[in-house]
């Protein structure tokens, strides 16, 4: 039976990719991808992942390029437009597969396929909707948050404490649930109105040659942490960043 392979490939650098993934990648007749070049960064993320596959595969097989379906940014209903918008995936990637025929699949997925990535949940639809047929299995990554904690050399919680992992967007609810450790990933922009006491390790384009870390008080610090941010956009042309936030100095 066909098998559809969800590959962990790391969050930037080719040496970061698992044994068992570099297997997988060796493994599948074909990848999909979906093609986000029109997005700020897009075509980098779809070169970074051109370089992995040179420099792990001797023959790289097609790579199948969906363009991913318009998705509403300002939606009323948030969480009904994923919906919606994984639907449209799923049926794009749906028409992928029974167009290219025969063959394993690989989804190459940054980072690590459980965080805040929905290709699992996608590929269960395209299952679920029942024209497609396959075996399934996901392959673990090297997630940006393990990154993160390496390049800073830290444990991203105190000893036996718990850590919230959120976006962003839901910065404000973790800090009133009285999370005292919170990993934030998918950052428009960063607000650190309320966390002048806490500490920030902050790390941006990890793994790739346009890396930058800043780490210490928020109150010494934002400044550069948001200044880089700048910069790294300016000069680089995109950005994406991931920091933890600890109450505790
Ligand atoms: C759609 S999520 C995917 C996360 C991915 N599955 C992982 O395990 O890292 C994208 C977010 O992950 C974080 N991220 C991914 N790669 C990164 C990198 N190389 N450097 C910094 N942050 C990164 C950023 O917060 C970004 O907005």
Redesign the pocket.
Known sequence: MRRIRII?IG???PDQVTIEAVRALRSVDYFITADKADKPGGDQLLAARQALLERHLDDIPPVVAVRDPERDRDPDDYDQAVVDWHDARAEAYEQAILGHGEGDVGFL?????????STIRIVEKVLARGRVEAEWDVIP????????AARHRIVLHDIGQPIVVT??RRLREALASGAENIL????STIDLEGFEEWTIWW??????PD?RLVAGRVTEVAVDVLTTRIEVKTTVGW?????LLRKKP
């Open positions: 962990g969050a930037g650098h997925v940054w980072g690590d396929p459980a965080f805040y990535d990554g090297i997630s940006s948050l393990q990154l993160l976006t962003g934030v990933m998918l950052n790390g941006a384009n990890l793994g790739t890396e950005i994406m960043d991931v920091y």
